[in-house]
């Protein structure tokens, strides 16, 4: 039989920077989390599995009152409290495993029997002993946000996590919950998938603007109307000339930042620092290049094919590094526009 050879694509993708923790969102609706010790750190956790869904199971022979106290009220899931010390065979079928000691010799010993049972396990304050770790959490359910410094610097996280409460409005929880109820309308609405896309532009862009506001039934309609009405301008794909600026991210304006995170494919000059790159969603094709004709055709052919393309140059953008890119879209009949052009 003969070899088949995988052929990748002529593209290429930076390379994403090394990550000390691997974000994940764990789905515990309904699944049994074990929960050993019973101080108010464990009845912490206890309460954030609970809220999470997951019915939560306690051992401790010393559970306090805060402990006794969630289990008749859990925010979520129903949570047990077993009034002895935890046991191997508890372990069996869990989903995570969460102790809560003083000792090394208790928590070493906690760590082994679930990793031998196959169950992630966490021990709180003790990083040697865990699979993985708690966050800082920003609460907007369904949004929801984790921080994480490895536990170098937890106080450091709860800074990082306040700033983002600012910013992040409690309305948002609604808007996003509104999303989840409305999807399968969406999918089902007979729009193109260029026009569902449109559809969550053009959502997101209502619920920015208008947190506050209790999203209702008539919104996804006029949504889907908004969306069917632009036709087939969503199914042409469109250029847009982004400078990169004198290579810090920071100083990227909020609209190339937009523009970035909203692109199909991204051609990018080899001299742009690698930090602007991560603004882009992480679907969309990065692809270095050198300019000239070559490029410009490759910018035409992906906005032809209905893609929605990114020019992005280093340094500043004016007219005479973005002119010729700008003719060859206007030649091609292909929507183009710049963002921050100078000159």
């Given amino acids: 039989?003969?070899?088949?050879?995988?052929?990748?694509?002529?593209?290429?993708?930076?390379?994403?920077?090394?990550?000390?923790?691997?974000?994940?969102?764990?789905?515990?609706?309904?699944?049994?989390?074990?929960?050993?010790?019973?101080?108010?750190?464990?009845?912490?956790?206890?309460?954030?599995?609970?809220?999470?869904?997951?019915?939560?199971?306690?051992?401790?022979?010393?559970?306090?009152?805060?402990?006794?106290?969630?289990?008749?009220?859990?925010?979520?899931?129903?949570?047990?409290?077993?009034?002895?010390?935890?046991?191997?065979?508890?372990?069996?079928?869990?989903?995570?495993?969460i102790g809560a000691f003083d000792d090394d010799v208790s928590a070493a010993d906690f760590a082994t029997v679930a990793r031998r049972a196959g169950v992630p396990v966490n021990v709180i304050d003790k990083p040697a002993h865990c699979d993985f770790s708690f966050g800082s959490i920003v609460n907007r359910s369904p949004l929801v946000v984790g921080i994480s410094t490895d536990g170098a610097a937890p106080v450091f996280a709860q800074a990082i996590r306040a700033r983002i409460e600012a910013l992040l409005p409690q309305g948002f929880s609604r808007w996003v919950a509104a999303a989840v109820q409305w999807r399968p309308a969406v999918k089902s609405s007979g729009l193109s998938f260029a026009g569902r896309r449109k559809f969550w532009q053009l959502f997101t862009a209502r619920a920015v603007a208008d947190p506050h506001r209790e999203p209702s039934t008539a919104d996804v309609g006029a949504l889907v109307a908004e969306a069917r009405s632009l036709g087939d301008v969503v199914e042409h794909g469109s250029v847009t000339l982004v400078g990169a600026g004198p290579g810090d991210p920071e100083l990227l304006t909020l609209r190339a930042v937009r523009s970035l995170q909203s692109a199909d494919d991204i051609l990018y000059d080899e001299h742009v620092f690698p930090g602007v790159l991560d603004f882009a969603r992480r679907e969309a094709r990065k692809t270095p290049v050198k300019g000239g004709g070559d490029t410009n055709a490759m910018m035409i052919g992906l906005a032809r094919a209905g893609r929605r393309v990114i020019r992005l140059k280093a340094g500043t953008l004016t007219p005479a590094n973005a002119s010729s890119d700008i003719v060859a879209c206007r030649a091609a009949g292909i929507a183009v526009e710049s963002v921050g052009l100078n000159g």
Avoid at 47 to 60: K, N
């Fill in 1 to 97: 039989m003969n070899a088949i050879t995988c052929r990748l694509p002529p593209t290429r993708t930076p390379r994403m920077a090394r990550l000390a923790r691997l974000p994940v969102f764990f789905a515990l609706a309904d699944k049994r989390v074990v929960v050993a010790g019973g101080s108010a750190a464990a009845a912490w956790k206890a309460e954030l599995l609970s809220a999470a869904g997951a019915q939560v199971d306690v051992y401790s022979a010393a559970a306090g009152e805060e402990l006794a106290a969630l289990q008749r009220h859990p925010p979520g899931g129903e949570i047990r409290v077993v009034c002895r010390d935890w046991a191997a065979p508890d372990l069996a079928g869990a989903t995570l495993a």
